[in-house]
């Protein structure tokens, strides 16, 4: 069986708030037909209690890890204060984690505009987390780590005073499955016998898989890179669950990689997929996992509208657009070496949203055979989810991008790296760099899709 989780069986509201938590002299009861016993609930089974109520909880196991879901009615209970929403009528309760780590807590399934708040006490000023709308409709989610056996308050109300029935729900973070906390690098890992739990965003067919998380000592940027016997793919997604938003998933036959800037103390979920291998077999399940973080500056310059840069790419290898490769063979022993980067901040205008920039990074040289890999991340500090990756191609040959006007400046990050299968010609690729606005009206070229390729902030 799962963990089991439990919810102390009273309502939790005003000074009976208090009482539970063990504050002095509460002045108020809770409704309900007696005297609240403050004594946490034993472990409750699986099979649900019989009539229960507000006051009560049940707990339920799905797909083996227990999920608590417990019914509550605000139509009738006094207002509590969130920091995601205005004061209002409001359920809370005491929860005490079964054991440590990160668990998620929703509404989905209640029927009006939730909010959802978890505290260390009643007081908003000790508010851990706080959640409106979640998975763009009117419920909330919160995901947090927590201690074992130490309380929390989780306040359930509705959004501008909306009140009505709905279910907390509460569960453990079950992908990823480890973490990286502690480990030496690089390590030898396998993904034998691990199931396939998921498919990375680019991943192809079905392989067994592992997902760890990773917890950011300092602030810098990290990369991470997998080689293994089978064709990895490797997807680095924000937060401590695999189902959140992916920054960017690289596949290569050989060796995949990818890289971000964190903040000290950020959370991120590295899942390790297997992929089907162009041209060849997979003949393994061990692969070796790299965790660096890596010197120099990134972004390395500046770009401002209508102007452009011409400049080469540079050995230090940042990051690697994920339609890009990360590295290349160019002697005859076969030795592999990574290739050469380019990272620049776009620093966009302020424009309505009809009009647009045209990002360009083009072969500052005769046409030559997609040499040059490109990709916008979100933000400009080589932080943010990868929009749009690009292989050039044309003549002169190129990779452009249209940035759509947000009515106020913004940053994104320009990615540039060497495509080459080899070291043919050898050298370091010249490129000039562009951001050009000087022809952005709307009825010029539209952007397909302006919603991808237009940051949501800075």
């Known amino acids: 069986m799962g963990v089991r989780v439990g919810l102390l069986g009273a309502l939790c509201i005003g000074a009976g708030c208090q009482a539970i938590l063990g504050i002095e002299d509460p002045q108020i009861a809770p409704p309900g037909d007696g005297p609240i016993d403050a004594t946490p609930m034993e472990e409750i089974d699986a099979a649900p209690l019989p009539d229960a109520s507000p006051f009560l909880c049940t707990a339920s196991e799905l797909s083996g890890a227990t999920v608590t879901s417990v019914p509550f009615d605000t139509r009738t209970t006094p207002a509590a204060e969130v920091s995601c929403g205005v004061e209002g009528p409001s359920a809370q309760f005491l929860w005490t984690p079964p054991a440590g780590g990160f668990y998620v807590l929703d509404t989905f399934g209640s029927l009006f505009d939730t909010t959802l708040a978890v505290a260390t006490s009643c007081e908003l000023s000790d508010e851990l987390a706080c959640n409106n709308d979640a998975a763009g409709g009117s419920q909330s989610e919160v995901v947090l780590e927590v201690e ?36 030496t690098f690089p390590a030898e890992l396998s993904v034998e016998g691990a199931g396939d739990d998921f498919r990375a965003a680019c991943a192809v067919g079905d392989f067994n898989d592992r997902a760890f998380l990773f917890r950011a000592p300092s602030a810098g940027l990290y990369r991470f890179s ?28 050989f060796a995949s ?3 971000r800037h964190l903040e000290e103390g950020q959370l991120v979920t590295l899942q390790v997929d297997g992929t089907e291998r162009t041209g060849l077999p997979n003949f393994g399940e061990d692969f070796t996992l790299n965790v660096e973080q890596v010197p120099g500056m990134c972004p390395q310059a500046d770009i401002e509208a209508n102007t452009g840069t011409a400049t080469t790419l540079t050995p230090e290898h940042l990051i690697v657009p994920s339609c890009g490769k990360a590295e290349r063979t160019p ?27 045209t990002a360009r990074v083009s072969l500052d040289g005769p046409p030559a055979n997609n040499f040059l890999a490109a990709a916008i ?28 006007g947000r009515g106020e400046p913004y940053d994104v990050t320009l990615v540039v790296s060497d495509n080459r299968e080899d070291g043919i010609g050898g050298g370091l690729l010249p490129i000039l760099v562009e951001l050009d606005c000087s022809a952005n009206l709307a ?16």
């Open 148 to 183: 074992r056996s130490a309380p929390v308050v989780v306040t359930v109300g509705g959004f501008a005073g909306a009140t009505g029935t709905g279910v907390l729900n509460i569960a453990p973070v079950e992908c990823p499955d480890g973490e990286l906390t502690g480990v």
């Open 226 to 253: 997998a080689r293994g016997q089978f064709a990895i793919a490797l997807s680095l997604i924000e937060g401590p669950r695999c189902q959140d938003e992916v920054l960017v998933c690289h596949r290569d036959n």
């Open 257 to 259: 990689e990818v890289a």
């Open 331 to 357: 002697n005859a022993d076969g030795t592999a070496v990574p290739v050469p980067t380019a990272v620049f901040r776009l620093r966009m205008p302020a424009l309505d949203g009809q009009l647009f920039c």
């Open 377 to 404: 991340l979100e933000d400009g500090d080589c932080s943010g989810r990868e929009f749009e990756c690009k292989i050039s191609e044309g003549s002169p040959e190129q990779a452009a991008f249209q940035l759509v």
């Open 443 to 458: 009825s010029s070229a539209k952007p397909a899709r302006p919603e991808q390729i237009a940051p949501a902030g800075n």
